[in-house]
Nanobody, 128 residues
């Protein structure tokens, strides 16, 4: 059974930065694409960023492009999300997710339905 545990969330002022981490156990990460999603208060879960199995290709939601960076360290079974220039609209619960699908070396997905395992989430609150 795969377990994903996020950490690094918190309260930060607008313009500040945070680095989220997601540690996986129960299955090696090295063969699988992974992603970050978020759920703002009162809204549906939305895609933030995704990365292929090796870290060579990444994708971002338009709302975070240029401010957030997704990365991974397969040796540490850890996924990261570096968040810079945070805005109040970035306030949400952030979830990491593991995708068991594979469609080539550069594969990753921006669809929540592609992901089989999810963490419990970490709260990020950005004050204005």
């Amino acid at each position: 059974q795969v377990q994903l545990v996020e950490s690094g969330g918190g309260l930060v002022q607008a313009g500040g930065s945070l680095r989220l981490s997601c540690v996986a156990s129960g299955r090696p990460l090295s063969s699988h694409a992974m992603g970050w999603f978020r759920q703002p208060p009162g809204k549906e879960r939305e895609f933030v960023a995704a990365i292929n199995w090796s870290g060579s290709t990444t994708g971002y939601a338009d709302s975070v492009k240029g401010r957030f960076t997704i990365s991974r360290d397969n040796a540490k079974s850890t996924l990261y999300l570096q968040m810079l220039s945070l805005k109040p609209e970035d306030t949400a619960v952030y979830y990491c997710a593991l995708d068991l699908n594979y469609s080539g070396n550069y594969y990753y997905s921006d669809s929540a339905g592609s992901y089989a395992y999810w963490g419990q989430g970490t709260q990020v609150t950005v004050s204005s």
